[in-house]
């Protein structure tokens, strides 16, 4: 099955049958509406404090107050303001969404040397953590950007502005491209361990992919020439810079010039992150106006390798990550990872029209239904070890509504681009 699944995507898409998608939809929608957001709107929207709570146990039991990080503070935000922009959205998620930006502007906004504090107090009156990562300033501005299109508020509109040229002026690197991650409160020299871990002079494939993320959708509400021309060099780093191509993968850390660290923590493949960016790169080159041609063979052969070494054949789903031309070897099924793998699955589809494709997607999507969703507590588990036991906390610090949910509303929009919505 392996192996065919993977000579399968070899293969000219006129080989195969176009397959009945009756029922999908359904089933998607019912994760939408019937798992995921009963679990996370209303309840973790927080009306005391601001902002949204998230602190829940691995059954969805609420923890307690807890500070509250930028990244899943801003995921929200854009959740909440991607869901009211779909045909699924109703007026109180945007005053959610509306909600959280208010959080973002008020608390969480460095008023003295701008840009967003990594984490504040429950009640955002103190900075826990008041350094400034791009990792998480580019949640910041996705949220913004989704947001925008969501209210047309003005304030968002400034604050993304100032958040953009604060990223151009204190962290585009202009020698090598990309940009640098980590910095002070004040955008000085950090003198601490990067918040994302290793050294502060590090660049991230993962950190890049989350500023594609945003810059794709910034320039989509705000179609600025600048922010095309950054727009177009991320492009470029996760399509070349990040990409082993001896390999036929992407590895995460890098020294200022795009020189891949090596030794046994860094020589690995995160198959999420490779899916992830397979379907992101698919958008950003869409919004920049690029023909996906040119791309096509590095979209199929990242995903033909994570299918190769790092899915599994039998149940469904994506493993955590592996070595170099070798089978996983941390086998837990994490939610983000089988979120972001379902996306791209039906994306690459849809580019391709071949079966194999979808084959995997319906295999992943029965996965997350049989035991990545928790029907009891509500939204999926964070974690599925390999002995089937769920682990990780349903909320918190790194986990919000924003992989499943945004991978159920895209495949419900990809679904619409098959012909007649049934395949």
Not at 63 to 92: D, H, I, M
Not at 173 to 180: A, E, I, P, S
Request: contains cysteine; negative net charge; charged residues 20%.
């Amino acid at each position: 099955m392996k192996r065919s699944l993977v000579f399968a995507l070899l293969l000219p898409a006129a080989a195969w049958a176009q397959p009945d998608t009756t029922g999908v939809r359904q089933r998607l929608e019912t994760l939408l509406l019937e798992n995921l957001l009963p679990f996370w709107y209303p309840g973790t929207v927080d009306q005391q404090a601001g902002g949204y709570a998230f602190n829940h146990d691995v059954a969805g039991k609420w923890q307690g107050p807890s500070p509250k990080a930028l990244v899943t503070q801003a995921r929200a935000v854009w959740f909440f303001s991607r869901l009211y922009n779909s045909p699924y959205g109703k007026p109180e998620h945007r005053e959610a969404a509306r909600h959280g930006f208010a959080f973002l502007r008020d608390r969480m906004w460095d008023s003295e040397y701008g840009g967003f504090y990594w984490e504040v107090s429950e009640k955002g009156t103190q900075a826990t953590k008041p350094d400034k990562h791009l990792y998480a300033q580019g949640f910041g501005l996705y949220a913004l950007a989704e947001y925008i299109r969501a209210s047309q508020d003005p304030q968002a509109k400034q604050l993304a502005g100032e958040l953009f040229h604060l990223l151009e002026t204190r962290a585009y690197d202009r020698r090598f491209g990309g940009y640098r991650e980590f910095f002070a409160r004040d955008w000085g020299e950090a003198q601490s361990c990067s918040y994302m871990g290793g050294s502060a002079e590090h660049k991230l494939m993962n950190t890049h992919l989350h500023l594609m993320e945003p810059f794709t959708t910034y320039y989509q509400v705000q179609p600025d020439s600048l922010i095309r021309e950054r727009l177009l060099q991320l492009i470029q780093v996760q399509s070349n810079a990040v990409v082993r191509k001896d390999l036929g993968l992407c590895t995460d850390r890098y020294t200022p010039d795009w020189t891949p660290l090596r030794g046994p923590w860094f020589d690995r493949v995160s198959y999420g992150h490779d899916v992830e960016n397979v379907w992101l790169l698919i958008e950003a080159v869409g919004a920049a106006s690029l023909a996906q041609g040119p791309f096509m063979d590095l979209y199929r052969t990242l995903f033909a390798n994570a299918l190769k070494y790092g899915f599994d054949q039998e149940q469904g789903g994506f493993y955590d990550s592996g070595p170099f031309s070798a089978p996983a070897d941390r086998r837990a099924k994490v939610w983000w990872v089988q979120a972001e793998g379902l996306v791209a699955a039906l994306y690459l589809y849809r580019l391709t029209g071949a079966e194999a494709y979808w084959q995997v997607f319906l295999q992943t999507l029965g996965w997350i239904e049989h035991y990545q969703v928790d029907r009891q507590g509500g939204d999926w588990h964070a974690t599925i070890a390999e002995d089937g036991r769920p682990e990780g906390d349903k909320a918190g610090p790194w986990k919000g509504p924003y992989h499943n949910g945004r991978a159920l509303l895209e495949c419900l929009r990809l679904l619409d681009g098959l012909k007649g919505g049934e395949g």
